[in-house]
């Protein structure tokens, strides 16, 4: 299995067209066709469902899309860290971060130090927990920003000395948007909007033999999704506060107070490069 094949694959399944990913990668169509097929007899699997205009993924050129993905991505990574395994004044951050307010003290680390080493990117990724701790097992990310459940025994990790609350988002309009708060027993019997995440860790926790009591009527792992979903007024979202800016929601927090901590972690026995080095001893210096 050829990493340039790989390429031709990838770029295949995102435009749905062997033609337009042939033209896009200037290949001629009959080697991008022929080289498709050969990774098919190679795998034993049929990866596409032809048609005269368009391709479609089967269930295994799904498969080979993620494991793709996560190949190239390897690769790029890998090549980028050895260019820059001397060079001290550039070089790529991969991050993979929880939707939080609390990211921005992650950020200001990374702005502190680009202003001695205005050569540096940093490239955050936001995912749930399982997301982006794949990616960092896999290596694919230096960093993962994270607020809780996680087994801190394979990690490195600084503590980030704030924390996010907890609490609903709903219309102004709305007649709980006069309320200072809403209560875990009010929420019992509202339709709520919850991250997978939040259903799974969270949730069992906090109503104990309520939970199957809740009415869920939709999921989210985007904020910004869940946000319209209640503008729209399908219900309300259990989210952390400061992560939307809508004018026609609010947000309240939930009595008794929930919070959420932060930290930033990395695998045991990683090998940074020069400036992601550098990173963890500008975020120690912050934090301590």
């Known amino acids: 299995m050829e990493f340039r094949v790989l390429k031709y694959f990838l770029e295949t399944a995102r435009e749905g067209s062997i033609t337009r990913a042939a033209q896009i990668l200037h290949v001629t169509q009959p080697t991008m066709s022929k080289q498709l097929k050969d990774l098919e007899r190679e795998l034993g699997k049929q990866l596409f469902v032809?048609?005269?205009y368009s391709v479609q993924l089967t269930e295994a050129g799904i498969l080979l899309k993620e494991r793709a993905e996560d190949i190239i991505d390897m690769v790029e990574k890998t090549k980028a860290e050895f260019k820059t395994l001397d060079d001290i004044t550039s070089g790529d951050i991969y991050v993979g971060s929880a939707e939080s307010d609390s990211v921005k003290f992650f950020v200001r680390a990374v702005k502190s130090l680009q202003a001695k080493y205005p050569n540096i990117k940093c490239h955050i990724r936001s995912g749930n927990i399982n997301d982006v701790t794949q990616k960092l097992d896999k290596g694919l990310l230096d960093f993962a920003i994270i607020m809780k459940y996680v087994d801190l025994n394979k990690y490195n990790y600084i503590n980030?000395?704030?924390?996010?609350?907890?609490?609903?988002?709903?219309r102004k309009d709305d007649p709980f948007a006069t309320r200072?708060?809403?209560?875990?027993?009010?929420?019992?019997?509202?339709?709520?909007?919850?991250?997978e995440q939040g259903i799974e860790q969270d949730f069992p926790e906090w109503f104990g033999t309520k939970v199957s009591k809740l009415n869920i009527v939709a999921t989210y792992n985007l904020v910004y999704n869940a946000a319209i979903m209640v503008?729209?007024?399908?219900?309300y979202a259990i989210t952390y506060d400061k992560l939307t800016y809508d004018n026609e929601l609010c947000f309240k927090p939930i009595e008794p107070q929930l919070n959420s901590d932060m930290k930033i972690i990395w695998r045991k026995h990683q090998v940074f490069t020069p400036i992601a080095k550098l990173l963890i001893d500008e975020l120690a210096d912050a934090f301590k």
Do not use: A
Not at 180 to 195: A, F, R
């Open 231 to 235: 503008r729209e007024g399908l219900g």
């Open 50 to 52: 032809r048609s005269n």
């Open 180 to 195: 200072e708060y809403i209560t875990l027993e009010e929420l019992v019997h509202m339709p709520l909007i919850c991250s």
């Open 160 to 170: 980030v000395p704030v924390s996010d609350q907890w609490g609903v988002l709903m």
